[in-house]
């Protein structure tokens, strides 16, 4: 993407061969030295940083779920023309309200803030041109839109994007919402059996389980009235939604539509950013 496009591609896509005779990709920033980093952070429309968090997924999802399947995001969106480079992911995030299930580790509100305002602080320092933050985690939201807006107040260009956002809706490839869903259910369960099926334990998918909705029904209209703050009052394994519905299909096709959107999007973008400039 941009004006040079087809020469960018060639300078990022290509791999090195290290003393072993390993290829290693050239859009990861971990993957470079220092020299290869000075001219690539320059060269690139974007820096991803993907960040994600470290919490329950109900008995059949990883615990890495939300930071493994924005590290493929990242992955795909470069593999599919996006010029950029992909900055090494930020695992964790605002977990609170999953605490009670073993193994989440959750980062205070300012701990986000700060951490992510000094990887963003350091790519600006290398001279790029403007950072994409691709979040995957929805407690992540509130404090990633702060962020951006004093980023961006002070001259730094700084975009932010809730990847699974872009399916441009779910409904025709898993039906309508019967349970409240959007945490460890069919759509994250597709996703992963898409993307890592490795890791989800298919002989745990909940087929049968209570899940609480805190919404409120309104004249058939559901509304939140307060925050979630633990999510043992939604469901006691973890998981909300219908998971057993999810599937590899409807990932690849879920997956398609969000890299097919986001690409758009950013092209977009920068078109905008150029006839403006």
């Known amino acids: 993407m941009g004006s040079d496009s087809t020469r960018d591609r060639k300078v990022l896509i290509y791999?090195?061969?290290?003393?072993?005779?390993?290829?290693?990709?050239?859009?990861?920033?971990?993957?470079?030295?220092?020299?290869?980093?000075?001219?690539?952070?320059?060269?690139?429309?974007?820096?991803?940083?993907?960040?994600?968090?470290?919490?329950?997924?109900?008995?059949?999802?990883?615990?890495?779920?939300?930071?493994?399947?924005?590290?493929?995001?990242?992955?795909?969106?470069?593999?599919?023309?996006?010029?950029?480079?992909?900055?090494?992911?930020?695992?964790?995030?605002?977990?609170?309200?999953?605490?009670?299930?073993?193994?989440?580790?959750?980062?205070?509100?300012?701990?986000?803030?700060?951490?992510?305002?000094?990887?963003?602080?350091?790519?600006?320092e290398h001279g790029v041109k403007r950072v994409l933050i691709v979040n995957g985690h929805g407690g992540n939201r509130e404090v990633l839109q702060i962020l951006a807006r004093d980023l961006l107040s002070e001259g730094k260009e700084v975009l932010v994007v809730n990847w699974w956002e872009f399916t441009g809706g779910v409904e025709d490839v898993?039906?309508?919402?019967?349970?409240?869903?959007?945490?460890?259910?069919?759509?994250?369960?597709?996703?992963?059996?898409?993307?890592?099926?490795?890791k989800v334990r298919k002989d745990k998918i909940p087929k049968d389980h209570e899940v609480r909705d805190p919404r409120i029904d309104i004249d058939g209209e559901k509304v939140s009235l307060k925050p979630i703050h633990d999510w043992k009052e939604l469901s006691e394994d973890g998981s909300i939604g219908v998971p057993s519905r999810g599937s590899v299909e409807a990932g690849e096709e879920m997956i398609k539509r969000i890299t097919d959107h986001l690409l758009k999007a950013l092209k977009k973008y920068l078109e905008r950013s150029s006839t403006s400039s």
């Not at 005779?21 to 000075?38: C, F, I, N, P, V």
Request: with cysteine; aromatic share 8%.
């Open 15 to 124: 791999v090195l061969q290290n003393r072993e005779g390993l290829a290693l990709t050239r859009y990861y920033l971990g993957d470079l030295t220092w020299e290869e980093a000075e001219k690539m952070l320059k060269e690139v429309d974007f820096v991803l940083v993907p960040i994600g968090s470290t919490e329950q997924h109900g008995p059949h999802l990883p615990l890495c779920t939300d930071y493994a399947l924005t590290e493929m995001i990242c992955k795909k969106l470069v593999e599919d023309g996006l010029n950029a480079i992909i900055a090494p992911t930020v695992a964790y995030g605002c977990s609170e309200h999953h605490m009670r299930f073993p193994g989440t580790i959750s980062l205070k509100e300012d701990s986000l803030y700060n951490l992510v305002r000094d990887i963003c602080d350091s790519l600006f």
């Open 174 to 198: 898993l039906g309508a919402e019967t349970v409240i869903r959007g945490h460890a259910c069919e759509i994250e369960t597709s996703f992963a059996l898409c993307l890592m099926p490795e």
